[in-house]
């Protein structure tokens, strides 16, 4: 299902020329080979582009599209066409290997006589000659490239230019390479992406762009030890796909995630989605409901929710050409060594991940403090409420970052361990933030328990409420506030000594506020005094004589929304007057 939904992708970035027809692909490109037709050195000219990096510009190789696919190439010699590395190019040693590097350069010799021999072009021919009369001992020495030759023993790629044009864009070096790699040779079987009888690939092209995985890329179909292996079939044999639904996936994934603003992280897991026709439009409104990016051109919050919100009752919106019977995709990739590992994927029409999208977002509604600057909380603030922020390593758990992310796009139930990772924070800070209140009142909208009623999960404070641990938070709330106007300033709150064992064990720790609060109470003038007490003796109405001995999790995040929406309301309160 992933393959096929990525050829598909793949023929339709083809058919608007956004991606490389078959056999051909881009690389990265440092400097142009210049060579006369006699095949001598005359020159290398730089390829950089400069980007932008904090304040300053670097120079970064070029993406040159359109040239020769790459080969896979892990501990063995496999030489690129047209370009490639110093070693395989020049016979430059750059690891200290000179006879590795020997090797490189005979093997792309042969590869370029092999496709170019009997070429009629100025072109072929010149490289040819370049290739029979370079000397890969007296490489280090040339002045051409001496001025360069640090990037170059970096690992630095080149390609060919000969009279002021790259080789790949000469037409019979273009046919005499599709000739060459549309007539592999190789066991030919049906392919089981395409259904089509093809030469089956035996290692498939790698993965760039996954966040972790290896800078060189990573597979993500690959077989490497005989316990996977079945029926004498080696390597990708096992599972057979075609050489055009090999390079059509990782040509269409590669695309996807070389898209930076596109691209999305969540824990450990890279993150890309794209739409059935290839339309950037689904993909741009997708990550702005999704992960808080952008909204398209000119929209404000509103504007998008209304769009979110429209799509969500299977109406479309006209403005963006948006239909919400469009088919999407949403795939999390994961690093696992040089491998990759598929965290999720999800297909689902546009329409019904934006009511599961909607849909978390009303769960997650609460009334805010005035300086969060968040209309609705993203998904990577949303798991930042798991993390302590005062550690070196603020990524979420990645195995429960991808069960959430999957749970909100298929509007399944939140995993406990979001709910856990929350409580431990609240524990161990004594800090309810919006986020922590919003997961709170979320999680139990969707993973319903009688012990967290739905009279507790409001947005704002229900005043009407009976609930005895929402009661208990909105007294704490209070008890707090009256020792805040008591002693301004206070280093030390009830909340800092008493607030988990008042969430927790109840009848420990409020005889002890009950006893607190008078002293504190004497300390404000009248009208203060009233304003408070008359709180209190509401809310002990409420409590009764005596208070629980132990409060359950859920119980305790019922207290935990009390005291958050009790607080807000004081604020509120507050700027009103």
Known sequence: MILQALVKLYEDLEAQGKISRSGWGPAKISYALCIGENGAVEQLIPQMAEQNEGKKTAGRPRIMQNLPAAVKRSSGVASNFLWDNASYLLGIDSKGKPERSLQCFQACRNLHHEILDGVESAAAKAILCFFDTWEPGSALDHPVLQEE??????????VFRI???????????????????????????????????DVIEATHPSISGVAGAQSSGAALVSFNAPAFCS??????????????????YTSALNYLLADRDNVQKIGDTTVVCWAEGSDPAY???????????????GWKESDLRAAVKRLAEGKPVEELGLDPER????????PNAARLSVRFFLRDTFGRLMKHVNDHHQRMEIVRPANDAF?????????????????????????????????????????????????????????????????????????????????????????NSTNIPY??????????????????????????KYFNGASSTPATIFPVLDNLYPKHLRKLDGGLRVFFDRQVMQLKNVLGEEYPLRLSLPQQGSFNLGYYHQTQKRYEKKEER
């Open 149 to 158: 030759m640090d990037r170059l023993l970096s690992g630095a790629n080149l």
């Open 163 to 197: 009279n002021g044009m790259f080789a790949q864009e000469d037409p019979a070096i273009q046919a005499a390479w599709q000739a060459h790699y549309d007539g592999s040779e190789g066991e030919r079987m049906q392919c089981l992406v395409t259904g089509q009888a």
């Open 231 to 248: 029926y004498g079939k080696e390597q990708s044999l096992n599972a057979p796909v075609g050489k055009y639904a090999a390079f059509a």
């Open 283 to 297: 993909q741009s409104l997708a990550l702005a409901a999704l992960f808080g990016k952008e909204s398209p051109s």
């Open 327 to 334: 088919t999407f995709y949403i795939l999390g990739l994961a």
């Open 375 to 463: 209309p609705t909380l993203p998904l990577w603030a949303l798991l930042r409420e798991t993390v302590n922020q005062n550690t070196r390593d603020k990524a979420p758990n990645p195995v429960m970052a991808g069960a959430v992310a999957r749970a909100i796009f298929t509007g399944g139930p939140y995993p406990a361990a979001l709910l856990e990772g929350v409580m431990l924070r609240i524990r161990a800070e004594r800090n309810i933030t919006r986020g922590r209140a919003a997961v709170i009142k979320a999680y139990y909208l969707r993973n319903q328990n009688e012990e967290c009623p739905k009279e507790v999960l409001t947005v704002s404070l229900n005043e």
């Open 471 to 496: 009661t208990l938070g909105r007294l704490f709330s209070v008890y707090e506030a009256v020792q805040q106007k008591a002693n301004p300033g206070i280093n030390t709150t009830i909340k800092d």
